[in-house]
């Protein structure tokens, strides 16, 4: 059977036309729980997991076909395995690597609007095939002037399908989880805002370029070289580098000085980023690095679309709220947790207890790597500790019956950033020195 995804003809780019497409799904998913109880009804075996299996398919179909933002959500579950059920977590995983591509058509066409020119016309060679598709755009291979490249397409009316889907979705969810509009403002458009800003390929070029000139200096990273002649605001240009996505590479059998030194580069990197450039890569999904064993073991960093600049006072409150003086002191705790808008001055004494208490909890372990010089990630019972704090503040009833979100909007895609990198060297079992904070 052959598993390779067929070609896209066309998106759903109109309101009208996304909108239908979600209530098409709504549909299928929802005869698919009549099918379930349906036999079950009639002593019929029909097991949960084949239900969970057969709406991810549905689900993951619908993602696909729409690309753009909730494709991009899927990428964001699924980099959070204890989060969805098996069947969920497989299908959204796929997101990462590879989803439809876009007909041969479509890409002659996107050419043609960028420089009027067919992309044959553009480089030397260029394989109409894409090599990998995802949710903004996909990748094809390209030669020009002896220089093998990496040419990343957007897909049709992306940005466009972007803010029509947040508008779609807005009262839906704001209707089911009982909550404000005003309340959740700003995190809706802190979400927006970086989701557009990834459909941007100039502001990507531009951020590729300054972030990989400031790094050059650590060790055991590589970053693409980005050609603006051979770019626009919806193709972008850039080396192939060499490397295999993490699951591949994996599936080699790395020894365990190579693991490591791919989790240092991946460590070193996202503490250069925080601490020195106040802005950090805020993808960091499996699909955006390629791991050689070159020199002991070398990361390609990719995709610089989603990047989240770090004012300084949310710096130093993250910081501050990772050190050992705060976690000893819950009158310190009490006061930057009000500062970044987790407590609020009216919350009666036993809320604000009661965050106080969560939250100690919560940064004790979450940010255990920041406080000692090294850190086993292959250690399962770490991760296991993480997955058993998620469940246990999941059963608080003070949290269940708290439907307003919390917090600095900033901190979204910061949390975002190192849920990611955590995975990331989990999934690598690497032992790494680490900064511990003072």
């Given at each position: 059977m052959d598993d390779t995804?067929?070609?896209?003809?066309?998106?759903?780019?109109?309101?009208v036309a996304r909108a239908a497409r979600f209530a098409k799904t709504g549909l299928n998913v929802g005869a698919n729980y009549v099918k379930h109880y349906a036999k079950?009804?009639?002593g019929a075996d029909s097991p949960t997991a084949d239900l969970h299996a057969a709406n991810a398919a549905e689900l993951y179909g619908t993602l696909s076909e729409m690309k753009g933002s909730v494709l991009k959500v899927a990428q964001m579950l699924a980099m959070e395995k204890n989060l969805l059920p098996t069947a969920y977590a497989d299908q959204f995983a796929q997101a990462q690597y590879q989803t439809p591509p876009l007909s041969g058509p479509l890409v002659v066409k996107a050419f043609r609007d960028a420089f009027g020119k067919s992309p044959f016309e553009v480089f030397d060679e260029f394989d109409i095939n894409a090599r990998q598709a995802a949710s903004i755009g996909q990748v094809h291979a390209a030669r020009k002037q002896g220089l093998?490249?990496?040419?990343k397409v957007q897909y049709p009316g992306v940005a466009d399908s972007i803010r029509s889907d947040i508008r779609l979705v807005k009262p839906i969810a704001l209707r089911v989880l009982g909550l404000d509009e005003a309340t959740v403002r700003p995190y809706m458009q802190e979400v927006e805002t970086r989701l557009l800003e990834e459909t941007d390929y100039a502001l990507e070029l531009n951020r590729g370029q300054q972030i990989a000139a400031a790094c050059a200096h650590l060790p055991h990273l590589q970053f693409p070289m980005y050609y603006p002649e051979l770019s626009s605001s919806r193709i972008l240009t850039m080396d192939w580098l060499p490397g295999q996505h993490m699951k591949e590479f994996l599936e080699t059998t790395p020894g365990q000085a190579v693991r490591n030194q791919l989790g240092q580069a991946l460590w070193d990197f996202y503490m250069f980023q925080l601490n020195e450039l106040r802005q950090v890569h805020a993808d960091p999904h499996p699909g955006n690095f390629l791991l050689t064993d070159n020199s002991g073991g070398t990361v390609g960093v990719l995709d610089f679309g989603c990047v989240k600049e770090i004012p300084a006072e949310v710096h130093r409150l993250f910081t501050a709220l990772l050190t050992p003086a705060t976690l000893a002191d819950p009158a310190r705790l009490a006061a930057l947790l009000e500062e970044g808008g987790v407590l609020r001055p009216d919350d009666p004494a036993a809320r604000r207890e009661f965050?106080?208490?969560?939250m100690q909890?919560?940064?004790e372990l979450v940010g255990?790597?920041?406080r000692q010089p090294t850190f086993d990630f292959g250690d399962p019972a770490y991760m296991q500790s993480l997955y058993a704090l998620g469940d246990d503040l999941m059963q608080e009833p003070e949290l269940r019956q708290q439907r307003e979100p919390r917090g600095s909007e900033h901190f979204i895609y910061i949390n975002r950033t190192y849920v990611g990198l955590y995975a990331l060297l989990t999934e690598l079992r690497a032992f790494i020195r680490t900064t511990p904070t003072e």
């Open positions: 995804p067929k070609p896209l003809t066309s998106l759903p780019t109109t309101k079950r009804a009639v093998q490249l990496a040419v965050y106080v208490r969560t909890a919560s940064l255990r790597p920041f």
